[in-house]
Nanobody
Framework: QVQLVESGGGLVQAGGSLRLSCAAS????????MGWFRQAPGKEREFVAA????????YYADSVKGRFTISRDNAKNTVYLQMNTLKPEDTAVYYC???????????????????WGQGTQVTVSS
C-alpha cells in the first residue's frame, strides 16, 4: 500500500511558477512509477507528466511540454512538478499517482495507476 500527499498548490498570476510536491509513504514507494494528472472544473481528469521509477524516463502532455518538469528524489520518496510560465488554462486540481512498474516504463493513462493522492488546487489568474 502507498499513500500519496500532494502540496505546493496555490494562486499565481499568469507567467508565474509553482512547484508541486508529492510525498509517498509505504514500503518500496521509491520504486514506483509516478505521474501527475489534473482536473479542471467540468472536465475529465487528464494526464500531465510521468516519470519512471529511476527517474531516467519522463513524458509530458503536449500542453505542458517545455513549461513543466517532473523529477523525483527517491531518498526522500518525493516527486516534484515544476511548473513555469503558467497559463490560466493550467488552473485545475493536480493529482499525483503511483503504480508498481513492469520495467523502466512511464505510464500516461488513468487506468495505469493504482494509487492516488487527494489533490492540490492550482489557480492561475490572468
Amino acid at each position: 500500500q502507498v499513500q500519496l500527499v500532494e502540496s505546493g498548490g496555490g494562486l499565481v498570476q499568469a507567467g508565474g511558477s509553482l512547484r508541486l510536491s508529492c510525498a509517498a509513504s509505504g514500503r518500496t514507494s521509491s520504486t514506483y512509477a509516478m505521474g501527475w494528472f489534473r482536473q479542471a472544473p467540468g472536465k475529465e481528469r487528464e494526464f500531465v507528466a510521468a516519470i519512471s521509477w529511476s527517474g531516467g524516463n519522463t513524458y509530458y502532455a503536449d500542453s505542458v511540454k517545455g513549461r513543466f518538469t517532473i523529477s523525483r528524489d527517491n531518498a526522500k520518496n518525493t516527486v516534484y512538478l515544476q511548473m513555469n510560465t503558467l497559463k490560466p488554462e493550467d488552473t485545475a486540481v493536480y493529482y499525483c499517482a503511483a503504480r508498481r512498474p513492469l520495467s523502466g516504463s512511464v505510464y500516461t493513462t488513468l487506468s495505469d495507476y493504482h494509487y492516488w493522492g487527494q489533490g492540490t488546487q492550482v489557480t492561475v489568474s490572468s
